[in-house]
């Protein structure tokens, strides 16, 4: 599977962003998706995570409540929503897919990455 994410930008703190990640290759549902991210000078970290059938999300703590990810199969989607943008929420985008939701949440060696998207958000 091939990933391409898209969407990152230049916003304000208090502002929302929304990524998106377009998959192609393989049964793209088949697939867990996810994102991670990197914030500068830091390791990559979890983000956010679905399930294959969309029935099943889990997030990072520092993004609850502000976040939200899905998935539209039809048209070989995954979304981020990201609102109320904080300064540390500044970092390089990465969409993954894994053969379950607890192999994107934990990064496993066979979780498929895509190129990532520069979210910065300004204070």
């Known amino acids: 599977v091939q990933l391409q994410a898209s969407g990152g930008g230049l916003v304000q703190a208090g502002g929302s962003l929304r990524l998106s990640c377009a998959a192609s290759?393989?049964?793209?549902?088949?697939?867990?998706m996810g994102w991670f991210r990197q914030p500068p000078g830091k390791e990559r970290e979890f983000v956010a995570a679905?399930?294959?059938?969309?029935?099943?999300?889990s997030f990072a703590d520092s993004v609850k409540g502000r976040f939200a990810i899905s998935r539209d199969n039809a048209k070989n989607m995954v979304y981020l929503e990201m609102n109320r943008l904080e300064p540390e929420d500044t970092a390089v985008y990465y969409c993954?897919?894994?053969?379950?939701?607890?192999?994107?949440?934990?990064?496993?060696?066979?979780?498929?990455w895509g190129p990532g998207t520069q979210v910065t958000v300004s204070s």
């Open positions: 993954v897919a894994g053969e379950s939701s607890r192999h994107v949440r934990t990064g496993a060696p066979n979780v498929k």
């Open positions: 679905i399930s294959s059938g969309g029935g099943s999300t």
């Open positions: 290759g393989r049964t793209v549902s088949n697939y867990a």
